[in-house]
């Protein structure tokens, strides 16, 4: 018998490469972080930190090779704002990083936790230090959610996951100012039944832009009756129209496996956030949440990843 399978990406030795044991305050975990290559060629991850209260900040932790002696920031880089933002209240969460050209400002997508549920908030950034904040964008429910780099047919893009009627799908959404949004549009569908990702599905890092389209890893959900499984797809979306499927996967292509992945604060989850491309213009490092407590780190290539897609895809 051969049940092997073609692995993707490649977890790392050092693996999980931050945990709360890493951070110069307490707190009770740190995960789902964004990430992007600085113009010095740091990579910035933006970790959503959980506090021992469960309410949830965000915190940048540096490094020259992306993979250890990180440089954390000694108090949280970014905290909700209840006085100017009550829609923060409860938190602000799972963060995704675009940066835009047009703007030389780092779009920052999170995740505000109200008191109706999950909402879709930005933040436009130089620096990482200072923060221009628009507050929510998108209303309960509402969140994994990124900016596109450039305008589409000269609008904003966004896109995002609502949730109604207890199923979750990807839509996208445009805006001429970044503030006022409209035409939405789904993008991509949950399916039903037994698949990997019925019932809920959700954009994991922001997009890639490749000379195919805009590949997509997105995350799905199983529900089995021991809990939820978290595992992860690709999808191709059209360049000029993101709205339009390409191709979309049949199996999954990353789960679960290490025992960091599967035990922990909510265990059976791989939730990536962030990503960096390396000078080669291929090779992907993504980093991701491990269970909801800590950050790990999985090296693959884009090249590879159309091709897996194009020959998994329905």
């Known amino acids: 018998m051969n049940n092997q399978h073609i692995e993707l990406f490649h977890r790392h030795k050092l693996n999980p490469i931050l945990t709360a044991q890493n951070w110069p305050y307490p707190v009770n975990s740190v995960f789902n972080a964004g990430a992007t290559l600085l113009q010095d060629g740091t990579t910035l991850l933006l970790c959503r930190v959980e506090e021992r209260s469960g309410l949830s900040h965000l915190c940048a932790a540096r490094s020259t090779n992306g993979i250890d002696n990180w440089e954390i920031d000694e108090q949280p880089t970014l905290m909700p704002d209840v006085e100017n ?27 505000a936790f109200t008191r109706d549920g999950p909402g879709v908030a930005l933040a436009l950034t130089e620096d990482f230090k200072d923060f221009e904040r628009y507050g929510v964008i ?10 596109l780099p450039h305008r589409i047919n000269g609008q904003w893009a966004l896109i995002h996951r609502p949730v109604s009627a207890a199923r979750a799908h990807m839509w996208i959404s445009y805006s001429p100012d970044l503030k006022n949004w409209g035409k939405h549009i ?69 789960t679960p496996e290490e025992p960091y992945e599967l035990n922990g604060d909510v265990g059976n989850v791989v939730f990536p956030c962030g990503f960096t491309i390396g000078d080669d213009k291929d090779t992907i490092n993504i980093y991701y949440g491990a269970a909801d407590t800590s950050i790990a780190l999985a090296t693959g290539s884009i090249k590879e990843m159309l091709k897996w897609l194009d020959k998994n895809s329905i």
């Open 138 to 147: 998108m209303p309960p429910d509402d969140k994994d959610a990124a900016l």
């Open 186 to 254: 789904l993008m991509m569908n949950a399916r039903k039944g037994a698949w990997w990702d019925a019932n809920k599905i959700g954009l994991s890092p922001p997009p890639i832009e490749t000379s195919e389209g805009w590949l997509v890893i997105y995350h799905g959900v199983k529900i089995s009756c021991s809990g939820c499984i978290y595992r992860l797809g690709l999808a191709l979306f059209d360049l000029d129209n993101p709205e339009v499927i390409i191709k979309r996967n049949r199996d999954w292509f990353f």
């Open 85 to 111: 933002f009550p829609e923060e209240r409860w938190g602000i969460e799972d963060p995704r990083i675009t940066f835009v050209p047009e703007l030389k400002k780092y779009a920052v997508v999170y995740t």
